[in-house]
């Protein structure tokens, strides 16, 4: 579960920079900007899960990446990364769920994964909540 988790941050940053580049007309700037930012996050989020897989787990991070979703306009760009960040949600609500299950398997990484994985949920949380309002802005 957490090297699919990976794999799909891995593909959420590439998904994002290439997003970026595609924005243009007017007011594209604050958009490019912000899935900019967005790509730096889940940067932020694939380190956390090689370490959580390899320093926690004693596991072997992969290297793969999950499916990227091209789109040719700005609503599409918003559309496609707006969908995947609400499965990336559910996949990590469905790791937290798991690791609430094996507690007492992993009490001495408990508090610290559940912790990391809660960060990384609120962090999709709020670039779902960031993309709708970048759709509100553009309709």
Same mark, same amino acid.
């Given at each position: 579960?957490?090297?699919?988790?990976?794999?799909? &941050?891995?593909?959420?940053?590439?998904?994002?920079? #290439?997003? #970026?580049? +595609?924005?243009?007309?007017?007011?594209?700037?604050?958009?490019?900007?912000?899935?900019?930012? @967005?790509?730096?996050?889940?940067?932020?989020?694939?380190?956390?899960?090689? &370490?959580?897989?390899?320093?926690?787990?004693?596991?072997?991070?992969?290297?793969?990446?999950?499916?990227?979703?091209? #789109?040719?306009?700005?609503?599409? @760009?918003?559309?496609?990364?707006?969908?995947?960040?609400?499965?990336?949600?559910?996949?990590?609500?469905?790791?937290?769920?798991? @690791?609430?299950?094996?507690?007492?398997?992993?009490?001495?990484?408990?508090? +610290?994964?559940?912790?990391?994985?809660?960060? $990384?949920?609120?962090?999709?949380?709020?670039? $779902?909540?960031?993309?709708?309002?970048?759709? #509100?802005?553009?309709?």
């Amino acid at each position: 579960m957490l090297n699919k988790a990976l794999e799909l &941050e891995h593909a959420a940053r590439i998904q994002y920079l #290439a997003h #970026a580049e +595609q924005v243009d007309g007017l007011n594209a700037e604050p958009i490019i900007e912000r899935l900019k930012e @967005i790509a730096e996050d889940e940067k932020k989020h694939e380190e956390m899960f090689r &370490e959580i897989i390899g320093s926690y787990l004693d596991g072997v991070p992969t290297m793969g990446m999950a499916p990227t979703h091209p #789109a040719s306009t700005v609503n599409k @760009i918003l559309e496609v990364n707006l969908k995947d960040e609400k499965h990336a949600v559910d996949v990590y609500m469905g790791i937290m769920k798991k @690791i609430h299950e094996m507690k007492e398997e992993l009490k001495y990484e408990f508090f +610290q994964l559940e912790h990391k994985i809660r960060h $990384i949920i609120t962090d999709e949380q709020e670039h $779902i909540s960031e993309l709708k309002l970048l759709m #509100a802005k553009r309709k």
